[in-house]
């Protein structure tokens, strides 16, 4: 079988010890790897380009979902007769793409799942904006989750997850509506809003269910806008912790495989825990691009 390219995120969590236990882990499992640490974003990119041109089709990102993220935007760059093979070893602070796709929420306990054939393909979003075009197999947010995401890369990774809810609490009282325009599938939606959620996969915010009926491979984005008001932040927010928000008349939902966001002042936007800018954007879904790894064959 095929050697794995690891790339080991040595940033993601907190004393995590990433690369240490990345190759303990491989040699007790017996996976064919060879492993790299890039030690940057760029450096990061720059690793997937030299196994690109090694010829290598199987990767393997070591980190969180920001890791994910960073991985498959840099390998969709490049053309692929076929899909390449992700597999992920969680490492960072958020892991919700290891809760979607059924992979254990260690380095350890995932490593088996780059044994054997099991994989599924997977869809990928892509979106425009000012800020370029970014792909990205999670959840994408415009609003003041984006705005919660970009305050909690400020604050010390020891938090873990709990840092998104101290990031909010931080923000809020600065969070404004901002008057937008969404155009997908048959929804045409003018006027206030706090948040627009673009999903391709389930879980954000180390563990919030945003989309509950979200799926990776049906070719379609799950779609909300939150039309609420500030003081219904707080209760909507933990109801999405087990995605029964979606039943509020304060979001309105619907799945489409392409959108077009506009908004009357800078909204930040960001996807998979990277901060990618701020503005108006645009966003289709690029089916089955990638093959995520997984330890068994999931039901859809």
Same mark, same amino acid.
């Given at each position: 079988?095929?050697?794995?390219?690891?790339?080991? @995120?040595? !940033?993601?969590?907190?004393?995590?010890?990433?690369?240490?236990?990345?190759? !303990? *882990?491989?040699?007790?499992?017996?996976? @064919?790897?060879?492993?790299?640490?890039?030690?940057?974003?760029?450096?990061?990119? %720059?690793?997937?380009?030299?196994?690109?041109?090694?010829?290598?089709?199987?990767?393997?990102?070591?980190?969180?979902?920001?890791?994910? @993220?960073?991985?498959?935007?840099?390998?969709?760059?490049?053309?692929?007769?076929?899909?390449?093979?992700?597999?992920?070893?969680? =490492?960072?602070?958020?892991?919700?793409? &290891?809760?979607?796709? %059924?992979? &254990?929420?260690?380095?350890?306990?995932?490593?088996?799942?780059?044994?054997?054939?099991?994989?599924?393909?997977? %869809?990928?979003?892509?979106?425009?904006?000012?800020?370029?075009?970014?792909?990205?197999? /999670?959840?994408?947010?415009?609003?003041?989750?984006?705005?919660?995401?970009?305050?909690?890369?400020?604050?010390?990774?020891?938090?873990?997850?709990?840092?998104?809810?101290?990031?909010?609490?931080?923000?809020?009282?600065?969070?404004?509506?901002?008057?937008?325009?969404?155009?997908?599938?048959?929804?045409?939606?003018?006027?206030?809003?706090?948040?627009?959620?673009?999903? @391709?996969?389930?879980?954000?915010?180390?563990?919030? /269910?945003?989309?509950?009926?979200?799926?990776?491979?049906?070719?379609?984005? %799950?779609?909300?806008?939150?039309?609420?008001? !500030? !003081?219904?932040?707080?209760?909507?927010?933990?109801?999405?912790?087990?995605?029964?928000?979606?039943?509020?008349?304060?979001?309105?939902?619907?799945?489409?495989?392409?959108?077009?966001?506009?908004? =009357?002042?800078?909204?930040?936007?960001?996807?998979?825990?990277?901060?990618?800018?701020?503005?108006?954007?645009?966003?289709?879904?690029?089916? *089955?691009?990638?093959?995520?790894?997984?330890?068994?064959?999931?039901?859809?």
């Amino acid at each position: 079988m095929e050697e794995w390219l690891v790339l080991v @995120n040595p !940033k993601a969590g907190y004393r995590s010890h990433a690369e240490v236990r990345t190759r !303990k *882990a491989l040699r007790h499992h017996g996976v @064919n790897a060879t492993v790299r640490v890039p030690t940057t974003v760029e450096a990061m990119r %720059d690793a997937v380009d030299v196994g690109v041109r090694e010829g290598r089709t199987r990767f393997v990102a070591v980190g969180g979902d920001g890791t994910v @993220n960073v991985v498959v935007d840099q390998l969709l760059q490049h053309d692929w007769i076929e899909p390449p093979v992700v597999g992920l070893l969680p =490492s960072g602070s958020g892991s919700d793409l &290891a809760r979607t796709f %059924d992979i &254990a929420q260690s380095i350890e306990e995932a490593t088996p799942t780059l044994l054997g054939d099991a994989h599924e393909r997977v %869809d990928v979003g892509v979106l425009e904006g000012d800020w370029g075009s970014r792909y990205f197999v /999670n959840v994408a947010e415009a609003g003041i989750t984006a705005a919660v995401l970009h305050r909690s890369l400020t604050l010390p990774r020891w938090l873990g997850s709990s840092k998104y809810h101290l990031a909010l609490a931080l923000v809020f009282p600065r969070i404004r509506l901002v008057e937008m325009t969404l155009h997908a599938g048959d929804m045409e939606f003018s006027g206030p809003s706090l948040l627009a959620v673009f999903a @391709n996969a389930r879980y954000f915010a180390g563990g919030w /269910n945003i989309a509950p009926h979200a799926s990776a491979s049906d070719g379609l984005f %799950d779609i909300q806008v939150f039309t609420a008001s !500030k !003081k219904d932040v707080p209760r909507l927010w933990w109801l999405a912790k087990t995605g029964s928000h979606i039943a509020e008349p304060q979001i309105r939902r619907v799945v489409a495989d392409s959108f077009e966001l506009s908004v =009357s002042a800078p909204w930040p936007v960001e996807a998979d825990g990277e901060y990618f800018g701020e503005g108006s954007m645009r966003g289709h879904i690029r089916q *089955a691009a990638v093959s995520m790894k997984t330890s068994h064959i999931r039901s859809s």
